[in-house]
């Protein structure tokens, strides 16, 4: 028989996935258990994580010598930390909805059906092996660390000048030493050239090293890393306007929304589901509650336009989806009463929504 694929239509345009899978659980539908299976849908719920930079700054030994030796204008003056807001990432991620638990009975006759859940009870799939999410996570650069020690490459008379000016003129002319070496290398006029290719690369390192870390003793250093901070946000039906949902500070990094030594960060998330006026009967609310209690609910989730600012400088803009914005429909359980080729249905877990069904 062929198999027809159904996508169901004006769904999910802007899924970005939790950062980390949760395990599933398969569970058969069973005489012992009355041929019933629960689970939840989730909820909307965006997890707005913060990479943030951290730069330590320690001046040099001789950064008053700077510019008069090595012609440095802007060497470290002063040790310090700052911290900077480097990127940001918005993960729509979906926890169940207490209110939205349901129990879905097949048919006696049905062939053997199943559907898998997550660890939280969250519909995934039924009657298939559900798919490997593809993560998506905030990439964290590597840092940086300063040189070696430099004073490991001071020479004797340097170390017994009597001094700080000439201990900074002598380490000068050392680095400029270190150039012109370098330099006769690249040239092929160096006394003493490296015999082959390996020796030449461990020669230049060194000559690059020393260089380096000599320098840091005028320029001064900064030593980088970087971490993320999240913040949650669950909304409710109604829209969010520029919500604290955290604080930045230069000096202490990111802080909690009510400490008032950091920067705000707000959230807004406005509501774009287009609305549908309806006027219902009693009769047809009744019809559409059996028809919700009969079969497999699912979200229909609404769209919603999220932002989020930071002295006044927009970090992100974006289309997401929100289950507590949409609706709900049902998958009628007769769907599932063929015994020789079961139907099959795949779900976004974090919305709740039909990915595909393929019979």
Do not use: C, W
């Not at 129990?103 to 009870?121: C, H, I, N, Q, T």
């Not at 990111?254 to 705000?264: F, S």
């Amino acid at each position: 028989m062929m198999k027809v694929k159904y996508i169901v239509p004006a769904l999910i345009l802007t899924i970005t996935v939790g950062a980390s899978a949760q395990k599933t659980t398969r569970v058969n539908a069973t005489k012992a258990n009355d041929y019933g299976v629960i689970y939840s849908l989730p909820k909307t719920s965006f997890e707005i994580t913060l990479l943030v930079k951290k730069s330590t700054f320690r001046k040099g030994e001789f950064y008053p010598y700077a510019q008069r030796y090595l012609g440095i204008e802007k060497p470290v003056t002063e040790d310090k930390t700052v911290y900077t807001l480097e990127d940001i990432s918005i993960i729509n991620k979906g926890i169940p909805d207490k209110n939205n638990s349901f129990m879905v009975a097949f048919r006696p006759k049905a062939s053997e059906p199943f559907v898998y859940l997550r660890e939280d009870g969250i519909i995934v799939s039924i009657n298939a092996n559900p798919e490997p999410e593809v993560l998506q996570e905030l990439k964290i650069p590597q840092g940086t660390a300063p040189s070696v020690n430099p004073r490991n490459y001071l020479s004797q008379e340097t170390l017994m000048a009597g001094s700080t000016a000439r201990q900074a003129e002598l380490v000068a002319r050392q680095i400029f030493g270190l150039r012109s070496s370098r330099t006769d290398i690249l040239a092929g006029e160096a006394e003493n050239m490296p015999p082959d290719g390996n020796a030449y690369k461990v020669v230049m390192e060194e000559i690059n090293l020393q260089e380096k870390a000599l320098t840091e003793l005028f320029a001064g250093t900064e030593q980088t890393e970087y971490f993320t901070h999240s913040y949650t946000v669950i909304p409710d039906e109604s829209d969010i306007d520029r919500r604290v949902i955290g604080r930045f500070s230069e000096k202490l990094g990111t802080v909690d929304a009510d400490n008032l030594a950091g920067e705000p960060i707000y959230l807004s998330l406005v509501n774009k589901t287009p609305k549908v006026e309806m006027q219902l009967s009693d009769r047809d609310l009744k019809r559409l509650e059996n028809k919700l209690s009969d079969g497999i609910v699912y979200n229909v989730p609404g769209k919603a336009a999220l932002s989020v600012e930071f002295k006044n400088r927009t970090l992100a803009n974006k289309e997401v989806d929100v289950a507590q914005y949409g609706s709900q429909d049902v998958l009628v359980r007769r769907m599932f009463d063929n015994g020789k080729q079961p139907i099959k249905v795949y779900f976004y877990p974090e919305l709740g929504a039909i990915r595909q069904i393929i019979q």
